[in-house]
């Protein structure tokens, strides 16, 4: 990289770095004269300013530029277009219909089974059939109306959480509402003038516990600038399941199960991205108990969101962990230049285990598959080898989604753990439109 390269250097490497892509390039796309209206952060005392990388790791910069690691640095997605659907790996959307210019939504609380890893299929509260609850997509302006019906045996009531929406509406039981009852109906309805990443929840405490909780995301109707190529939801949750039981412990206060979208690594469903694209990730922490130090290898990102909207460029922070406390929602920005198979992990340590508890000893052997050849209980196997069934295994390394990877990738990952591939485009494109099958170890890189 010469570092005399100015603005329209980096937009020439960024077209050379597109160059033969299917996808059209942002820095093709756009005069490099007149596409850098963005404020600067704080603008290089010269006109000269770094590239930034976008198929090898590097800097851009200098600190306080558009380049500085890639803080303003676009992807693949040209400017002032809708924004890119979420994409949130393992769990569904709420569909809706329009009716009389109103987004109707219709949400069911009812008891659910989870499998958060293969063959640990527990008893859980959801919505419409899983946990967390299918995630709530809409755009800023939509007047929204959500049909809450309760199919649970109890009572329950929904909160929205950071939306500011009238009081009647807001879901506390007693406060601003009757509970509702189990076969009863209630009706939400109000328009939305905010945008972020917020959440739903039910406002009772216990069902919040075993899992009522899902995504509220609000898009702005144009993608911010500069746009991301690919938008990840992941809601964080913990669990606690004594051995031989499938019912979660709401009154536990230790925890033995972490999920990212209800589910645990290395079940969890790798977020699949195209080397050089920027990417956004959305954390939205619904734990019982504990803050999740998330920490994600290989690239360096910038805060650019929480669950109160949009944080102005000024006050973007460079990260590669992110703290989510219980409730906090934190959106983190990256442009994904380093190729690889990049683990993304809560970094305390007893997060990133499966079947861990203190108080009632491993839950190595899983109750659908037990040999009984060894006691349970103490001492725990600290390198944490878990027996799997060949069908366990096969819905973890049989999937498309982790092909190519290394062979035994799946014992580096458990807990609130996941990983995110950055291929290269042409593995991306045979990865994701094609079936060719793609050796072990495919992506996995060192210098070039
Ligand atoms: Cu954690």
């Not at 676009?74 to 219909?97: C, H, I, M, S, W």
């Not at 144009?222 to 399941?241: H, I």
């Not at 999937?399 to 035994?408: K, L, V």
Request: charged fraction near 15%; hydrophobic fraction near 35%.
């Amino acid at each position: 990289m010469n570092p005399s390269e100015n603005r329209r250097g980096f937009l020439a490497q960024g077209a050379a770095a597109t160059a033969g892509m299917m996808v059209p390039g942002r820095a093709l796309a756009q005069n490099p004269d007149t596409d850098d209206n963005r404020p600067q952060v704080s603008p290089s005392p010269s006109s000269e300013i770094h590239p930034y990388p976008r198929t090898h790791a590097g800097l851009g910069g200098p600190v306080g530029t558009a380049t500085d690691r890639g803080k303003l640095v676009a992807g693949f997605r040209e400017a002032n277009l809708p924004p890119v659907p979420l994409t949130t790996p393992d769990l569904e959307k709420l569909p809706f219909k329009m009716i009389g210019g109103v987004k109707e939504f219709h949400l069911r609380p009812m008891p659910v089974r989870r499998e958060l890893l293969p063959g640990m299929d527990f008893h859980v509260y959801g919505y419409n059939g899983t946990m967390p609850g299918p995630t709530i997509e809409v755009v800023q302006g939509d007047r929204v109306r959500i049909v809450v019906h309760n199919e649970l045996p109890e009572p329950t009531t929904i909160h929205w959480h950071g939306l500011e929406c009238p009081n009647n509406m807001d879901g506390i039981p007693f406060v601003t509402q009757p509970l509702i009852g189990p076969g009863k109906k209630f009706v939400y309805e109000f328009t939305i003038h905010q945008v972020g990443s917020m959440a739903y929840h039910s406002h009772v405490a216990m069902q919040e516990a075993i899992g009522m909780a899902g995504m509220f995301i609000i898009h702005p109707k144009v993608a911010y600038d500069p746009p991301v190529d690919y938008d990840f939801g992941l809601l964080l949750q913990q669990f606690n399941v004594g051995p031989a039981s499938q019912i979660v412990n709401t009154l536990s206060m230790d925890w033995n199960y972490l999920t990212i979208n209800g589910r645990c690594g290395p079940y969890t469903s790798p977020l699949v991205v195209r080397l050089g694209s920027r990417v956004r990730m959305r954390f939205v922490n619904f734990s019982t108990l504990h803050q999740h130090p998330i920490h994600f290898h290989g690239h360096t990102g910038w805060l650019t969101g929480t669950e109160g909207g949009r944080t102005p460029e000024s006050a973007w922070v460079p990260l590669n962990t992110i703290r989510i406390g219980i409730g906090e929602i934190r959106e983190v920005e990256f442009v994904a230049n380093n190729p690889g198979d990049w683990v993304m992990h809560c970094h305390m340590f007893h997060h990133t285990m499966n079947h861990m508890t203190s108080q009632v000893g491993p839950h190595i052997r899983g109750p659908q598959f037990d040999s009984h050849d060894h006691v349970a209980g103490f001492p725990q196997i600290m390198e944490g080898a878990m027996k799997m069934s060949p069908d366990a295994m096969k819905k973890i390394s049989g999937r498309r989604t982790t092909e190519g990877m290394a062979h035994d990738w799946f014992k580096g990952v458990a807990g609130m753990f996941t990983v995110i591939r950055v291929l290269p485009e042409e593995l991306y494109q045979e990865l994701t439109e094609t079936d060719v099958p793609i050796p072990v170890g495919t992506s996995v890189f060192g210098e070039s």
